[in-house]
């Protein structure tokens, strides 16, 4: 795997309205190239579904949606297939789609998150473990956009640190949008900071962290990036 041409995805008039009310009216979101773009808000103002639309999963009732490239998500809840294994579960989409399974790519993969020969199911594997298969699933499909929804919240801290490394390092050279509800793990991971805000939403921040080195995570409680934190925080406590 390496970097990809010019990934790039554009989201322009969102307008979405959920039982009366606009969640979106006229939003406008773009990003290209490689690298980590963090989406912040609190709940309800709409990043899922966002992630949802730039996916092709939510039509909104106007505005439009142009992807550069092919695009693969990572959900919240893992999506699991609970009578697969993990070279089944990393190969799932492919089956689906009625393509020839590579099984000796998605032992590689699950070697790269850190698995091996994970034996079982789904239902005798840890949180951390149904991540780093997620993960390895995502990785599989190769595409150079890549969608994250939540994807780390349900773990605890030392194994979220262990796999925000991971992150860092395997989705290096594509276009990756994360939804997170986490600050810090935002100043950790991602190349750009944007907070929603409001009803309907509008980007109430949008900020480049200072670069990180390679593949390497920031320590979020850096001096440098404490400002940084605070204007997050200010964002995120203006919303109604």
């Keep these: 795997m390496g970097a990809f041409a010019a990934p790039a995805l554009s989201l322009s008039g969102i307008t979405v309205r959920y039982r009366g009310a606009a969640l979106f009216d006229g939003l406008d979101f773009a990003a290209s190239g490689a690298g980590l773009t963090a989406l912040l808000g609190t709940s309800g103002v709409g990043k899922s579904t966002l992630l949802r639309i730039a996916a092709g999963l939510v039509a909104p009732q106007t505005g439009r949606v142009e992807a550069a490239a092919p695009i693969s998500l990572m959900a919240q809840d893992d999506a699991l297939a609970p009578w697969a294994d993990a070279v089944a579960n990393v190969t799932l989409g492919a089956c689906l789609r009625g ?16 698995l091996g020969d994970l034996p079982g199911l789904p239902a005798t594997w840890s949180g951390g473990m ?35 490394a991971l992150a860092a390092r395997l989705l290096e050279g594509r276009l990756a949008l994360l939804v997170t509800h986490d600050p ?26 200072p670069l990180r080195a390679h593949a390497a995570l920031r320590d979020a409680l850096d001096p440098g990036l404490r400002r940084l934190h605070a204007r997050i925080l200010l964002a995120l406590e203006r919303a109604p």
Excluded: C, W
């Design 99 to 114: 393509e020839a399974a590579d099984p000796a790519r998605a032992r590689r993969l699950l070697n790269a998150v850190g």
């Design 130 to 164: 149904r991540k780093r298969v997620a993960l390895a699933r995502l990785l599989y499909e190769d595409r150079p956009i890549a969608l994250l929804d939540e994807p780390f919240s349900a773990l605890d801290a030392l194994t979220r640190a262990d796999i925000h």
């Design 184 to 209: 810090l793990e935002a100043l950790a991971l991602a190349d750009r900071i944007v907070v929603l805000s409001g009803a309907p939403a509008k980007i109430a921040l949008d900020e480049a962290p």
